[in-house]
Protein backbone atom coordinates (compact mmCIF):
# COMPACT_ATOMS: atom_id res chain seq x y z
CA UNK A 1 0.00 0.00 0.00
CA UNK A 2 1.13 3.59 -1.13
CA UNK A 3 0.41 5.02 3.23
CA UNK A 4 -1.04 3.90 6.30
CA UNK A 5 1.92 3.52 8.73
CA UNK A 6 1.30 5.19 12.01
CA UNK A 7 3.28 4.44 14.67
CA UNK A 8 1.08 5.83 17.51
CA UNK A 9 -2.02 5.79 19.01
CA UNK A 10 -4.30 8.76 17.44
CA UNK A 11 -8.00 9.98 17.88
CA UNK A 12 -9.84 11.29 14.34
CA UNK A 13 -13.17 13.12 14.16
CA UNK A 14 -16.25 10.77 13.07
CA UNK A 15 -17.28 13.19 11.05
CA UNK A 16 -16.35 16.07 8.76
CA UNK A 17 -16.63 19.79 10.08
CA UNK A 18 -19.83 21.54 9.59
CA UNK A 19 -20.95 24.91 8.21
CA UNK A 20 -22.14 25.41 11.20
CA UNK A 21 -18.92 24.54 13.34
CA UNK A 22 -17.32 27.03 10.36
CA UNK A 23 -19.89 29.95 11.56
CA UNK A 24 -19.21 29.64 15.17
CA UNK A 25 -15.58 30.16 14.33
CA UNK A 26 -16.13 33.27 11.98
CA UNK A 27 -18.57 34.74 15.16
CA UNK A 28 -15.66 33.92 17.80
CA UNK A 29 -13.06 36.57 16.39
CA UNK A 30 -11.97 38.66 13.20
CA UNK A 31 -11.01 36.21 11.02
CA UNK A 32 -13.34 35.26 8.53
CA UNK A 33 -13.65 31.60 6.55
CA UNK A 34 -15.31 31.94 3.47
CA UNK A 35 -17.43 28.65 2.57
CA UNK A 36 -18.95 27.97 -1.05
CA UNK A 37 -22.33 29.04 -1.37
CA UNK A 38 -24.07 25.75 -2.13
CA UNK A 39 -27.54 27.36 -2.50
CA UNK A 40 -27.86 24.95 -6.47
CA UNK A 41 -26.53 21.91 -4.03
CA UNK A 42 -28.98 21.40 -1.82
CA UNK A 43 -28.50 24.83 -0.17
CA UNK A 44 -26.51 26.57 3.13
CA UNK A 45 -27.53 24.26 5.80
CA UNK A 46 -25.79 24.34 8.99
CA UNK A 47 -24.84 20.45 8.90
CA UNK A 48 -24.28 20.46 5.37
CA UNK A 49 -20.01 19.92 5.53
CA UNK A 50 -18.14 23.43 4.98
CA UNK A 51 -16.93 23.06 1.83
CA UNK A 52 -15.30 25.50 -0.56
CA UNK A 53 -12.05 26.73 2.61
CA UNK A 54 -8.60 26.91 1.76
CA UNK A 55 -5.99 24.54 3.22
CA UNK A 56 -5.21 27.90 5.53
CA UNK A 57 -8.78 28.62 6.21
CA UNK A 58 -9.16 24.76 7.83
CA UNK A 59 -5.74 25.31 9.45
CA UNK A 60 -6.84 28.31 11.56
CA UNK A 61 -9.81 26.33 12.36
CA UNK A 62 -7.82 23.71 14.10
CA UNK A 63 -5.73 26.60 15.97
CA UNK A 64 -9.43 27.82 17.32
CA UNK A 65 -10.39 24.38 18.14
CA UNK A 66 -6.83 24.18 20.41
CA UNK A 67 -7.10 28.06 21.71
CA UNK A 68 -10.77 27.80 22.44
CA UNK A 69 -10.14 24.78 24.54
CA UNK A 70 -7.47 26.10 26.65
CA UNK A 71 -4.88 24.41 24.28
CA UNK A 72 -1.79 25.02 22.17
CA UNK A 73 -1.97 25.67 18.35
CA UNK A 74 -0.98 23.16 15.61
CA UNK A 75 0.06 25.67 13.51
CA UNK A 76 2.46 28.40 13.34
CA UNK A 77 0.94 31.74 11.85
CA UNK A 78 1.72 35.91 12.36
CA UNK A 79 -1.35 37.99 12.40
CA UNK A 80 -2.87 38.20 9.46
CA UNK A 81 -5.03 37.81 6.45
CA UNK A 82 -6.84 34.29 7.28
CA UNK A 83 -5.24 32.91 3.69
CA UNK A 84 -1.58 33.90 5.15
CA UNK A 85 0.57 30.78 4.73
CA UNK A 86 2.43 29.15 7.77
CA UNK A 87 5.69 29.31 9.18
CA UNK A 88 7.32 26.50 9.82
CA UNK A 89 8.06 25.85 13.72
CA UNK A 90 11.38 26.63 14.39
CA UNK A 91 14.11 24.15 16.85
CA UNK A 92 15.69 27.21 18.59
CA UNK A 93 12.48 29.38 18.84
CA UNK A 94 10.35 26.75 19.69
CA UNK A 95 12.24 23.69 20.93
CA UNK A 96 8.48 22.79 22.96
CA UNK A 97 6.34 22.27 19.59
CA UNK A 98 9.52 21.45 17.12
CA UNK A 99 9.25 17.65 15.33
CA UNK A 100 11.81 17.56 12.88
CA UNK A 101 9.54 15.13 10.97
CA UNK A 102 6.78 17.41 10.52
CA UNK A 103 7.99 21.22 10.77
CA UNK A 104 4.61 22.04 10.04
CA UNK A 105 2.90 20.71 13.37
CA UNK A 106 3.47 21.49 17.05
CA UNK A 107 4.11 18.95 19.22
CA UNK A 108 1.73 20.01 22.17
CA UNK A 109 -1.35 20.58 19.85
CA UNK A 110 -4.48 18.73 20.85
CA UNK A 111 -6.55 19.27 17.44
CA UNK A 112 -4.44 18.80 14.25
CA UNK A 113 -5.38 18.09 10.37
CA UNK A 114 -4.52 14.35 9.74
CA UNK A 115 -1.65 13.72 8.16
CA UNK A 116 -1.65 11.66 4.82
CA UNK A 117 -1.35 8.31 6.87
CA UNK A 118 -3.43 9.15 9.38
CA UNK A 119 -6.16 9.98 6.99
CA UNK A 120 -5.23 7.13 5.54
CA UNK A 121 -5.42 4.68 8.27
CA UNK A 122 -8.15 6.04 9.37
CA UNK A 123 -9.80 5.44 6.48
CA UNK A 124 -8.56 1.86 4.63
CA UNK A 125 -7.50 -0.09 7.63
CA UNK A 126 -9.75 -2.93 9.17
CA UNK A 127 -8.45 -3.59 12.69
CA UNK A 128 -9.91 -6.57 12.72
CA UNK A 129 -9.53 -8.26 8.92
CA UNK A 130 -8.71 -11.71 8.30
CA UNK A 131 -8.13 -11.55 12.88
CA UNK A 132 -5.01 -9.51 12.32
CA UNK A 133 -5.60 -6.65 10.70
CA UNK A 134 -5.58 -5.18 6.98
CA UNK A 135 -6.27 -2.75 4.50
CA UNK A 136 -9.35 -2.93 2.47
CA UNK A 137 -9.92 -1.10 -1.04
CA UNK A 138 -12.90 1.59 0.14
CA UNK A 139 -13.68 3.72 3.72
CA UNK A 140 -16.41 1.76 4.27
CA UNK A 141 -14.54 -1.08 5.40
CA UNK A 142 -14.56 -3.39 2.39
CA UNK A 143 -13.25 -4.06 -0.70
CA UNK A 144 -16.95 -4.07 -2.71
CA UNK A 145 -17.42 -0.91 -4.03
CA UNK A 146 -20.03 1.22 -2.08
CA UNK A 147 -23.95 1.54 -2.96
CA UNK A 148 -24.15 5.23 -4.12
CA UNK A 149 -26.69 7.26 -2.21
CA UNK A 150 -27.80 10.57 -1.52
CA UNK A 151 -27.73 10.12 2.43
CA UNK A 152 -28.38 7.33 5.15
CA UNK A 153 -26.21 5.79 7.58
CA UNK A 154 -26.55 2.36 6.12
CA UNK A 155 -23.26 -0.24 6.12
CA UNK A 156 -21.54 -0.48 2.84
CA UNK A 157 -23.07 2.57 1.32
CA UNK A 158 -21.71 6.61 0.39
CA UNK A 159 -22.44 9.55 -1.19
CA UNK A 160 -21.42 10.30 -4.08
CA UNK A 161 -21.92 9.21 -7.74
CA UNK A 162 -24.94 11.82 -8.09
CA UNK A 163 -23.16 13.98 -10.91
CA UNK A 164 -26.61 13.29 -12.80
CA UNK A 165 -28.70 14.60 -9.87
CA UNK A 166 -26.20 17.97 -8.54
CA UNK A 167 -29.03 19.74 -7.26
CA UNK A 168 -28.95 17.23 -4.56
CA UNK A 169 -25.41 18.26 -2.81
CA UNK A 170 -23.40 16.48 0.36
CA UNK A 171 -25.52 15.05 2.97
CA UNK A 172 -25.57 16.44 6.39
CA UNK A 173 -22.42 15.05 7.69
CA UNK A 174 -24.08 12.99 10.10
CA UNK A 175 -26.04 11.44 7.07
CA UNK A 176 -23.05 10.43 4.61
CA UNK A 177 -23.29 7.03 3.78
CA UNK A 178 -21.63 3.79 5.84
CA UNK A 179 -18.50 4.10 8.61
CA UNK A 180 -15.23 2.65 8.37
CA UNK A 181 -13.63 0.15 10.07
CA UNK A 182 -12.85 2.93 13.02
CA UNK A 183 -16.45 3.96 12.59
CA UNK A 184 -15.88 7.11 11.00
CA UNK A 185 -18.32 8.28 8.37
CA UNK A 186 -17.82 10.32 5.15
CA UNK A 187 -14.23 9.57 4.32
CA UNK A 188 -15.50 8.50 0.97
CA UNK A 189 -17.81 10.73 -0.97
CA UNK A 190 -19.75 13.81 0.26
CA UNK A 191 -17.21 16.32 0.71
CA UNK A 192 -13.25 16.29 0.30
CA UNK A 193 -11.04 16.58 2.98
CA UNK A 194 -8.06 18.21 3.65
CA UNK A 195 -4.71 16.95 4.90
CA UNK A 196 -2.13 18.19 6.87
CA UNK A 197 0.43 17.08 4.57
CA UNK A 198 1.97 18.47 1.79
CA UNK A 199 1.66 17.54 -1.79
CA UNK A 200 4.88 15.64 -2.39
CA UNK A 201 4.64 14.20 1.40
CA UNK A 202 8.17 15.98 2.83
CA UNK A 203 6.19 19.04 4.73
CA UNK A 204 9.00 21.40 4.53
CA UNK A 205 7.69 24.56 2.32
CA UNK A 206 4.99 26.55 4.27
CA UNK A 207 4.03 27.75 0.62
CA UNK A 208 3.86 24.00 -1.08
CA UNK A 209 0.68 22.25 -2.82
CA UNK A 210 -1.52 20.45 0.50
CA UNK A 211 -3.41 17.26 -0.62
CA UNK A 212 -6.74 15.73 -0.46
CA UNK A 213 -8.74 12.70 -0.63
CA UNK A 214 -11.91 10.99 -0.08
CA UNK A 215 -14.02 12.00 -3.13
CA UNK A 216 -16.93 14.46 -3.16
CA UNK A 217 -21.08 14.18 -3.69
CA UNK A 218 -20.43 14.05 -7.59
CA UNK A 219 -17.34 11.50 -7.77
CA UNK A 220 -17.10 8.42 -9.25
CA UNK A 221 -16.27 5.44 -6.84
CA UNK A 222 -12.37 6.09 -8.37
CA UNK A 223 -12.04 9.09 -6.10
CA UNK A 224 -13.13 6.94 -2.61
CA UNK A 225 -10.56 3.69 -3.62
CA UNK A 226 -7.31 3.71 -1.49
CA UNK A 227 -4.94 3.69 -4.86
Not at 53 to 66: D, G, P, Q, S, V
Not at 107 to 129: M, T, V
Request: proline fraction near 7%.
Amino acid sequence: RPAGSVGYNFLIGKYEVSRDMIAKFNASQPLNITMQDMTAYGGNLPNKPATGITWNEAARFINWLNTSTGGNVAYRYFDGNVNDNILLWDPVLHPLDYDPNNPFRSRRAKYFLPNYNEWYKAAYYAPNLGGTGGYVDYPTGSDAEPVAVTGGVLSGTAVFSTVSLPQVGPADITNAGGLSAYNIMGMGGNAYEWQESAFDLVNDDPAEFRSFRGGDWSSTHHFLRSV
